[in-house]
């Protein structure tokens, strides 16, 4: 198992690093813009119309590509005042409650994803903006994300059964 969440580890930093790639690339299109709108390089090129939109676009894939990783190296967001002030072992039982119900979250948010997804992908959607795109790319992405954190919340899970019944070590407040 512990080579399993190492892979699985190796996976989501390759992800995160994908998220590293899309940001870069959306860096290097905004200053494209900005530089065709401001300096005229190109006849007739006054910027790039479309650098808003699939901006906005590789925002949300940065998103979907980080979350899991994020979620691996304790780095979500975490308010943990009150666990610190709980007795150990009822702590470690609301990580227990935490955990359970952002498994049941990750399940619905990939369930209802997918459904949307292939309802989407089914009706031939579109999206009509600048660009005209099916809708369904921009959906499926978020129920694959969802099942990446649904495994993490497992192993999340696990780490928490063997450890020390307490709360998490891992992300904890700078107080």
Not at 58 to 85: C, E, N
Not at 104 to 119: E, P
Not at 153 to 175: Q, T
Request: aromatic share 10%.
């Amino acid at each position: 198992m512990e080579r399993l969440s190492a892979l699985y580890g190796r996976l989501l930093a390759a992800l995160a690093y994908g998220a590293c790639a899309v940001l870069f690339v959306m860096m290097l299109m905004i200053c494209a813009d900005v530089l065709l709108r401001n300096v005229p390089l190109v006849t007739g090129l006054p910027g790039l119309a479309w650098s808003n939109e699939i901006s906005e676009n590789m925002l949300y894939f940065i998103t979907m590509l980080s979350a899991p990783w994020l979620m691996r190296k304790g780095q979500h967001i975490r308010v943990d005042i009150v666990l610190r002030v709980l007795p150990r072992h009822v702590a470690w039982y609301c990580e227990w409650a935490v955990d359970t119900l952002a498994l049941s979250c990750c399940a619905a948010m990939m369930v209802y994803g997918t459904q949307a997804t292939l309802a989407s992908h089914a009706s031939d959607s579109l999206t009509i903006k600048t660009l005209v795109t099916p809708e369904w790319w921009m959906l499926a992405p978020l129920p694959a994300a969802f099942a990446l954190l649904a495994i993490e919340v497992l192993f999340r899970m696990r780490r928490l059964y063997l450890g020390e019944r307490a709360p998490r070590d891992d992300a904890v407040s700078a107080g």
